[in-house]
């Protein structure tokens, strides 16, 4: 359990097989997966639950810098405290959702 003033945020993969959430800090907090995720290998399954803690992690900062700027909090430091205004979050959420050869979906078919 999570003290209610830290940011949590939750989200999922594209196939929805594997669930984080993490505070703002970067710690885990639930990990959640489906068995059918092991057949993939450890590597891509560490690979992908990596991408979405740091995917968590930075989208609950931005959860904080909204939180800190409604109490009040200048620009300024909600900049010294390198939590991520919109464009630092929409540059690096891009960075974290792009395809990379172990995020490409795991399938039999392949194209005709």
């Known amino acids: ?5 830290v940011p949590v945020f939750t989200t999922t993969c594209s196939t929805r097989t594997i669930t984080v959430t993490t505070t703002d800090a ?6 959640r997966f489906e068995a059918c995720e092991y057949g993939y290998g450890a590597s891509a ?3 992908e639950i990596l991408r ?8 609950a900062r931005a959860r904080r810098r909204d939180a800190l700027a ?5 620009n300024v430091l ?4 390198g939590l991520p205004n919109p464009e630092t979050l929409a540059t690096e959420l891009s ?14 078919l392949r194209a005709l």
């Open 95 to 108: 960075r974290l959702d792009a395809p990379t050869a172990e995020s490409t979906p795991h399938t039999w």
């Open 26 to 31: 970067g710690q885990i907090i639930e990990l």
């Open 1 to 5: 359990m999570t003290d209610p003033d």
């Open 45 to 47: 399954l560490a690979a």
């Open 70 to 74: 409604a109490a009040g909090l200048a």
């Open 78 to 81: 909600l900049d010294r405290l």
């Open 52 to 59: 979405l803690a740091q995917r968590c992690t930075l989208l």
